[in-house]
């Protein structure tokens, strides 16, 4: 069965510093891939979306997350955290059994420090 | 602007009662799921249905039933509220057909059950 791994529950990073995010998949084939972002007290919103048109995927808020087939991976970044990004982030994957189901990671909460 | 609405936003009920959630979906779309979301666990489907009078069981599927009128609703149903079952409860939709796999989340509602 397909999953979705997120390292680290906890990101903790300065305001102004690289945000990094990871999301390991498994997968035979490429995936549909997905990350997803959380506010406090609101449902998931969608930060961008892979579907194998590039491996370079831009989303809102100037986060970006690249394909990697070799290391079956999906990582988020972003160039400079701002405050505004402390939330939670969840990685998901759609499985390749056609349904339209998606697999959910764990997530990750993304702490800004001033 | 189309959009996804749930309700109540909060409810506390007791043990052994039946509880409704209600979803609403105004995008159209054929697809509609239900989650839990619990510290630890991420978030869990519970039920999901892919068109009118479709509905099927996902992984914590056990207390809950929901059922498919309409296109635009998908209300979900404790049975007998069990403590277990506090739980912050989402709906999402998504659309259906060839690479429409990325998922619209409703607010969510935060049940208690004492």
Same mark, same amino acid.
Do not use: P, R
């Given at each position: 069965a397909q999953s979705v791994t997120q390292l680290g529950s906890h990101v903790s990073v300065s305001e102004g510093a690289l945000v990094l995010l990871r999301c390991n998949y498994s997968s035979s084939v490429p995936p549909y891939l997905f990350w997803y972002v959380q506010y406090p007290n609101q449902g998931l919103q969608l930060l961008l979306k892979y579907t194998?048109?590039?491996?370079l995927v831009k989303g809102i808020n100037g986060f970006e997350a690249e394909f990697k087939k070799s290391e079956t991976s999906f990582h988020l970044t972003k160039p400079s955290a701002h405050m505004s990004d402390a939330a939670e982030y969840f990685c998901a994957v759609r499985p390749?059994? %056609? %349904?339209y189901k998606l697999i959910f990671g764990s997530g990750t909460r993304l702490l800004v420090r001033p | 602007d189309a959009e996804i609405t749930q309700s109540p936003r909060h409810k506390i009920t007791e043990t052994g009662r039946q509880v409704t959630l209600a979803c609403h979906q105004?995008? &159209?779309? &054929?697809n509609m799921f239900w989650y839990r979301q619990d510290l630890g666990h991420g978030l869990r489907l519970i039920h999901y249905s892919y068109g009118v009078q479709d509905t099927n069981k996902g992984?914590?599927?056990?207390g809950y039933s929901v059922s498919r009128s309409n296109t635009e609703d998908l209300p979900l149903t404790l049975e007998s509220a069990a403590s277990s079952q506090t739980s912050v409860y989402f709906c999402a939709s998504s659309g259906g057909g060839?690479? &429409?796999?990325e998922q619209y989340f409703g607010p969510g509602t935060r049940l208690t059950v004492t």
């Open positions: 194998s048109a590039a491996t390749m059994d %056609s %349904s | 105004t995008w &159209n779309h &054929n992984e914590v599927s056990d060839a690479g &429409n796999y």
